[in-house]
Nanobody, 123 residues
Framework: QVQLVESGGGLVQAGGSLRLSCAASGRTFGTYCMGWFRQAPGKEREFVAVITRSGSSTDYTDSVKGRFTISRDNVKNTVYLQMNSLKPEDTAVYYC????????????????WGQGTQVTVSY
């Protein structure tokens, strides 16, 4: 069992930055690939970024490439999402998730989810 707790969300103006953190419980953090997803009001949850167990590989949805960076610290059991050049369309609840797969962008292939943190980007 893995428990995930996100933090770092908030209100920011367009063009600003935020760093999300996701702290994981347990001693098996390094055996999971970690993903970030987001869900805007009235929309389905969508993939944002993923990082492999060791952190050697990452992937991003096209709309955030060059602006967002996912990273992880397997000693601190934490995964991060650095978000720069934020746009109003990035407004959503952001979730971190853990998967036993090597790397996946598919929602249903994730085994554990956090409760989410709200990110609001104003004009």
């Amino acid at each position: 069992q893995v428990q995930l707790v996100e933090s770092g969300g908030g209100l920011v103006q367009a063009g600003g930055s935020l760093r999300l953190s996701c702290a994981a419980s347990g001693r098996t953090f390094g055996t999971y690939c970690m993903g970030w997803f987001r869900q805007a009001p009235g929309k389905e949850r969508e993939f944002v970024a993923v990082i492999t167990r060791s952190g050697s590989s990452t992937d991003y949805t096209d709309s955030v490439k060059g602006r967002f960076t996912i990273s992880r610290d397997n000693v601190k059991n934490t995964v991060y999402l650095q978000m720069n050049s934020l746009k109003p369309e990035d407004t959503a609840v952001y979730y971190c998730a853990a998967s036993r797969r090597l790397l996946t962008t598919t929602t249903y292939e994730y085994d554990y989810w956090g409760q989410g943190t709200q990110v609001t980007v104003s004009y």
